[in-house]
Nanobody
Framework: QVQLVESGGGSVQSGGSLKLSCVVS????????MAWFRQAPGKEREPVTA???????YYAESVKGRFTISQDAVEKTLYLQMNTLRPEDTAVYYC???????????????????????WGQGTQVTVSS
């Protein structure tokens, strides 16, 4: 069973940077989709960025050019480098994982939170102006 543990959240001023980590334990399927979602108070959970097992990456328009998703297969860790942070980036950030069966097409963007069964506990990111 795959488990996810996020870390790296914190409080920064506008324009600052943070790097989130999501450590993956358990055996992941070779075809998989991993994503970072975020949820601000009173708002729905929204996708921020995603990466497929083939290395393809996708980003929400609001974070393009500022955020970078990456993964380290050896360390089994998913990363989210967040630069030029804005107050509107304030949210709890979650990483999520889902396997993709062999006979299914590779998913694109945007991912739907309802399609993911494996989630981390979340890490708070607060950006002050």
């Amino acid at each position: 069973q795959v488990q996810l543990v996020e870390s790296g959240g914190g409080s920064v001023q506008s324009g600052g940077s943070l790097k989130l980590s999501c450590v993956v334990s358990g055996e992941t399927y070779h075809r998989h989709y991993m994503a970072w979602f975020r949820q601000a108070p009173g708002k729905e959970r929204e996708p921020v960025t995603a990466i497929l097992s083939n290395g393809a990456t996708y980003y929400a328009e609001s974070v393009k050019g500022r955020f970078t998703i990456s993964q380290d297969a050896v360390e089994k860790t998913l990363y989210l480098q967040m630069n030029t942070l804005r107050p509107e980036d304030t949210a709890v950030y979650y990483c999520a994982y889902k396997p993709i069966p062999e006979d299914y097409p590779l998913p694109r963007w945007p991912p739907r939170s309802v399609d993911f069964r494996t989630w981390g506990q979340g890490t708070q990111v607060t950006v002050s102006s």
